[in-house]
T-cell receptor, first 113, second 113 residues
């Protein structure tokens, strides 16, 4: 049973560019959340998607946007990249009615130069 | 002030030692308390969870929650080199639907053979 799959694993972008990260949730899961983990820090919540709509959002600017598709997979888009956006971006999935213990993917390491 | 505080370490102990990891928090609304383990270049993996106050034991791991003190702990008995990882505490409000996780900074633990 495949867990949460994220692509790409690594990415290098130039300041000002735009990036799209992808996530396929664990089989049977329908809710996807995205987290940003800076080096040496804990993950920080970006937003959550359920039924193709953004349900919750953390303290991130509008440059961060997302999408969820009918098959529950999700994309995270970041526009006008800043050096400070360099981080590990984690996707977590959960099932409807699951209150805790989300399953995380291995993340996408984004480096902005 | 951060909602969740965790000493980042690093913490280095000999194999077989008892390890104590701790977090404090400020938000009384937190109902679910979790410990995640994160190996290098991997996503967080759920290790233990506790609902509300109390203790929970799973093999060599024991999680404790003291809501009156807003303090949670993870104890690792008979520590092994394979336990070397970053340990993240995470907390979550109660309520319907998947709530966002609020993480501590993570404690980097090394078990020396």
């Amino acid at each position: 049973d495949a867990g949460v799959t994220q692509s790409p694993t690594h990415l290098i972008k130039t300041r000002g560019q735009q990036v799209t990260l992808r996530c396929s949730p664990k089989s049977g899961h329908d809710t996807v959340s995205w987290y940003q983990q800076a080096l040496g820090q804990g993950p920080q919540f970006i937003f959550q998607y359920y039924e193709e709509e953004e349900r919750q959002r953390g303290n991130f600017p509008d440059r961060f946007s997302g999408h969820q598709f009918p098959n529950y997979s999700s994309e995270l888009n970041v526009n006008a990249l800043l050096l400070g956006d360099s981080a590990l971006y984690l996707c977590a999935s959960s099932a409807k009615g699951q209150d805790y213990g989300y399953t995380f993917g291995s993340g996408t390491r984004l480096t902005v130069v | 002030q951060k909602e969740v505080e965790q000493d980042p370490g690093p913490l280095s102990v000999p194999e077989g030692a008892i390890v104590s990891l701790n977090c404090t928090y400020s938000n009384s609304a937190f109902q679910y308390f979790m410990w995640y383990r994160q190996y290098s270049r991997k996503g967080p993996e759920l290790l233990m969870y506790t609902y509300s106050s109390g203790n929970k034991e799973d093999g060599r791991f024991t999680a404790q929650v003291d809501k009156s003190s807003k303090y949670i702990s993870l104890f690792i008995r008979d520590s092994q080199p394979s336990d070397s990882a970053t340990y993240l505490c995470a907390m979550q409000r109660g309520g319907r639907g998947a709530q966002k996780l609020v993480f501590g900074q993570g404690t980097r633990l090394t078990i020396n053979p």
